[in-house]
C-alpha cells in the first residue's frame, strides 16, 4: 500500500560507477520529482516530470539523468558517480494545476560513494 | 534569490506545551506554502499548507500563519507529543515549475518529557 516507493534503500558503490534509483507511485499523481538531502538536511530540487515532459532541471550536472518510462515511474540514472553525490535522494509525487495536491515522499535512498 | 529560511535551527519544549516553529521567505511571488515533518530515516511527511489567499489554516493539532507583509510563515503545534520530535520543514513553491518546492533549511524539535 506505499504510496511513493524507492529502491534501494541504501546504495554503496565506489567512484566511477553507473548506478540507478527506480521510484514508482500507485497515486495516480501526473507528476513526479526527484530531491536531493545533503548531509546538513538541505533539500534541494533536482528534477520534475510532468507527463513525460521535464518541467524543471536545476543546476544539476549531467551525469544525473531521470528516466520515465510512464506516468507512474520515475528513475534517476547518475553516471560516474563522485564522492560529492553521497546524499539521501527522495523521489515524490503530486497532482499538478487544478487538481493540485501536496507533494508525498519516498522513503529516500541513501547513496554512499566510496 | 529566491530562499526559504527558518529563524532557529533546533528548538526543545517540554512534553505539553506548544511549539512555535518560524520561517521567513523572501520570494513574494510564492503563492503557496507547506510544511513538512521529517523523521529519522524516513521522508518528508506532509503536515499542512496554505494558499497566499489566506492568513490562517487549521488542522489537527496544528496551525499555519501566513503573514505576506513580512514574508513570515509559522507552524504551531498544540499539546506537543513526543511523537512531534522531528525535523520540520517549511516550503514554498518554485515559479513555473510544476509545484516543485524550494526548502527551507529545517528546525530539530526535540520534545522532553
Known amino acids: 500500500d506505499t504510496a511513493v516507493s524507492q529502491t534501494p534503500k541504501y546504495l554503496v558503490t565506489q567512484m566511477g560507477n553507473d548506478k540507478s534509483i527506480k521510484c514508482e507511485q500507485n497515486?495516480?499523481?501526473?507528476?513526479m520529482y526527484w530531491y536531493k538531502q545533503d548531509s546538513k538536511k538541505f533539500l534541494k530540487i533536482m528534477f520534475s516530470y510532468n507527463n513525460k515532459e521535464l518541467i524543471i532541471n536545476e543546476t544539476v550536472p549531467n551525469r544525473f539523468s531521470p528516466k520515465s518510462p510512464d506516468k507512474a515511474h520515475l528513475n534517476l540514472h547518475i553516471n560516474s558517480l563522485e564522492l560529492g553525490d553521497s546524499a539521501v535522494y527522495f523521489c515524490a509525487s503530486s497532482h499538478t494545476g487544478i487538481s493540485y495536491t501536496e507533494a508525498f515522499f519516498g522513503q529516500g535512498t541513501r547513496l554512499t560513494v566510496v | 534569490g529566491e530562499s526559504v529560511g527558518l529563524h532557529l535551527p533546533t528548538l526543545s519544549v517540554q512534553e505539553g506545551d506548544n511549539s512555535i516553529i518560524n520561517c521567513a521567505y523572501s520570494?513574494?511571488?510564492?503563492?503557496?506554502f507547506i510544511w513538512y515533518k521529517q523523521e529519522s530515516g524516513k521522508g518528508p511527511q506532509f503536515i499542512i499548507d496554505?494558499?497566499?489567499?489566506?492568513d490562517k489554516r487549521q488542522g489537527q493539532r496544528v496551525t499555519v500563519l501566513l503573514n505576506k507583509t513580512v514574508k513570515h510563515l509559522s507552524l504551531q503545534i498544540a499539546a506537543t507529543q513526543p511523537g512531534d520530535s522531528a525535523v520540520y520543514f517549511c516550503a514554498e513553491n518554485i515559479s513555473n515549475s510544476g509545484y516543485a518546492l524550494n526548502f527551507g533549511k529545517g528546525t530539530s524539535l526535540l520534545v522532553t518529557p
Open positions: 496554505i494558499r497566499s489567499n489566506m
Open positions: 497515486l495516480g499523481h501526473d507528476t
Open positions: 520570494n513574494s511571488a510564492s503563492d503557496y
